[in-house]
């Protein structure tokens, strides 16, 4: 009896919401709003790449208290998808669930690049 190796492809669906960002804009004005748009998208790009490094070197001491900001900045910007992920691997995280840590983990990095790819293509290279 042979094994067939089967590959998954994972297609994670992306929810967003809108309208924080037109609020943004709606309050701010466009040039002052792109701006703030721009250095909150790239600092989410920032701290998910120096999470993925802290993974990667299995040093998850700050990781949960990281999460939960990105969380809280990921739903200002309406990327509900990328906070409800965040906010699974902090639980996995704090009930000391590795395998589950694992799953989600890469759960959240494809939802990361896929939430963030239209507004920064910086992530895939820093991830």
Do not use: H
């Not at 943004?24 to 703030?36: D, F, L, P, Q, W």
């Amino acid at each position: 009896m042979s094994a067939t190796i089967m590959k998954l492809k994972p297609n994670d669906r992306i929810c967003q919401d809108a309208e924080p960002i037109a609020l943004i804009y709606r309050s701010m004005g466009t040039k002052v709003a792109e701006e703030v748009v721009s250095r909150a998208l790239n600092e989410l790009t920032l701290s998910i790449s120096g999470m993925a490094q802290q993974v990667e070197g299995k040093d998850l001491m700050t990781l949960a208290r990281q999460l939960r900001r990105l969380e809280r900045m990921a739903t200002q910007l309406g990327l509900v998808s990328l906070s409800r992920v965040a906010l699974d691997v902090r639980n996995c995280l704090e009930g000391e669930d590795v395998t589950a840590f694992a799953a989600v983990w890469a759960r959240f990095l494809r939802v990361a690049k896929r939430s963030l790819a239209a507004e920064n293509g910086a992530l895939d290279q820093q991830i």
